[in-house]
């Protein structure tokens, strides 16, 4: 069963159209959605927890569609918003006793674990959290009820290298059980290369590509060369190219070039990069 | 909806416990001071727009938003707004109404038809609070919301003072009990009205 499939997924706003969106995201699998400010992430992330209303096309979760009884749904959902969201004057103890009220599933034992593993005091107020420490609460509530899908919106962001390396490391664990999967969206491509299984590119609201990474990474690389070699090749072969005084940099299909050129391995940062540009 | 409730119980002890001083303070002036009705009234008024405070906290708090990834319907996030309006609102109207009884007790002006009017007065204007603003503040949010609420206000003062003046009469009741009825009824239902308004407000809302 697929945790999440999205079809033709439609959303419009002045200046601004999420155009056909098309995803699927398998059961024990993380999905990174790579995208500018802008891209229309958050706007997914919302049309998936049923917050704005579409304009066309179908979300199913779990199975299920997202309009069917999504508070049902959502007993199965762990949600980090970049902004978390939780009331500043409240504590870590508190807020698991809201959640508890709220959450069917919620497990005071796991959330106290969480605040002892990622070193949350409980007693002290949100609004005296640094930033990480916010964000370590927000994943540890989302975490805390036994949840089969998490939705991540830009949850590593503004996070120090330390923290985010933590904060990555229980997503991956979160995912060694195979019921459970990930979307997580962010601008920051590497934190996501780390843990992906799959890859989605938006761009202004349109997708450019979801593929799994290791695919992505056989697929494509990275080709050093002069302006002539490159006008050599099959054109099906670039999908992207940078000029500079010293030479071309090219992103290429490595199965439609010639052996004998050097292509190097590509990160997903510069493929995303190579084909925002080549798309404006 | 017991942990929206919840929540919005912690909230107000941390930042409506300078309202509830002002609560008590008012009502021990009003019980042991002048007759004046600002201090019998004021109590109501202010502890059932508490929720409009809460809402404010919120949104500042980006809770709206975190509240809609949650397993709660739109509908529950007003309705425990509106509860929390009643057992704030409610609990300092009985409180005020207990004191008033007292205080004519002890003055040896105790009736039941006194007793009854300041009751459905304090009801009224108790009621009239929420239910005009929450409405706007589910529409447009609590700053533009405010905003709105203040010009629909005006705008009611300028219909109100146009009918005074051509003489407009709605012809209400004398007797004390007819015009209890009538009120309590108008607030019951005015507020469950808003209460339903704010619903379809606030569903319609993009988050």
């Known amino acids: 069963m697929n945790a999440l499939e999205i079809r033709n997924l439609t959303k419009n706003y002045d200046g601004f159209k999420l155009d056909n969106l098309n995803l699927t995201l398998p059961c024990g699998c993380i999905m990174g959605l790579i995208g500018e400010n802008g891209a229309g992430k958050s ?72 605040l002892k593993r990622l070193s949350i005091a409980p007693n002290k107020a949100f609004k005296e959290f640094s930033r990480g420490m916010k964000m ?97 090749l099959d054109s099906e072969a670039v999908k992207g190219k940078k000029i500079s005084p010293y030479g071309v940099q090219a992103l290429v299909l490595r199965d439609k070039v010639p052996a004998n050129m050097n292509v190097i391995p590509v990160s997903i940062e510069e493929l995303f990069i190579f084909m925002v540009k080549e798309s404006v | 909806m017991k942990g929206l409730m919840l929540k919005d119980l912690y909230m107000s002890a941390k930042y409506c416990r300078a309202f509830l001083i002002i609560v008590f303070v008012f009502l021990a002036v009003s019980f042991f001071g002048d007759e004046n009705v600002f201090f019998i009234i004021y109590p109501t008024m202010i502890a059932s727009i508490i929720p409009v405070t809460l809402i404010s906290y919120d949104e500042r708090d980006k809770w709206n938003q975190y509240s809609g990834t949650l397993p709660y319907s739109k509908a529950q996030i007003v309705s425990s707004k509106y509860i929390t309006g009643l057992l704030f609102g409610g609990s300092v109207f009985i409180l005020s109404v207990l004191a008033a009884a007292v205080r004519m007790t002890l003055k040896n002006s105790f009736s039941w038809d006194a007793l009854l009017m300041t009751a459905v007065f304090l009801l009224a204007l108790g009621v009239i609070g929420p ?77």
């Open chain 1, 43 to 114: 706007t997914t992330i919302k049309l998936i927890l049923d917050m704005i209303n579409r304009d066309g096309g179908t979300i199913t979760i779990m199975g299920k569609d997202n309009r069917e009884n999504i508070l049902l749904t959502k007993q199965d959902i762990g949600v980090v918003l970049d902004e978390v969201g939780i009331p500043e004057c409240l504590t870590a103890k508190q807020v698991g006793k809201i959640m508890k009220s709220t959450f069917e599933n919620w497990d005071d034992a796991v959330f106290d674990s969480y």
């Open chain 1, 136 to 232: 370590k609460l927000g994943i540890a509530v989302a975490l805390s009820h036994n949840p089969k899908l998490l939705i991540l919106d830009e949850a590593t962001s503004g996070l120090d290298p330390v923290v985010r390396d933590e904060v990555v490391e229980m997503f991956s664990e979160f995912t060694r059980d195979e019921t459970h999967s990930v979307l997580i969206s962010s601008h920051i491509v590497s934190d996501l290369e780390k843990i992906c299984d799959y890859i989605a590119f938006l761009h202004k609201g349109k997708l450019l590509l979801c593929e799994e990474k290791d695919i992505l990474l056989e697929q494509y690389g990275l080709l050093q060369c002069s302006e002539k070699e490159l006008s050599e």
């Open chain 2, 131 to 207: 239910t005009l603003l929450l409405p706007f503040v589910f529409k447009f949010g609590a700053e533009k919301g405010r905003i709105a609420f203040y010009v629909m206000v005006g705008l009611l003062c300028s219909v109100g003072a146009v009918l005074a003046g051509i003489g407009f009469n709605v012809g209400l009741p004398s007797d004390s009990i007819s015009l209890s009825v009538i009120i309590i009824l108008a607030s019951v239902l005015l507020y469950a009205l808003s209460w339903r308004l704010s619903i379809l407000f606030y569903q319609k809302r993009e988050l």
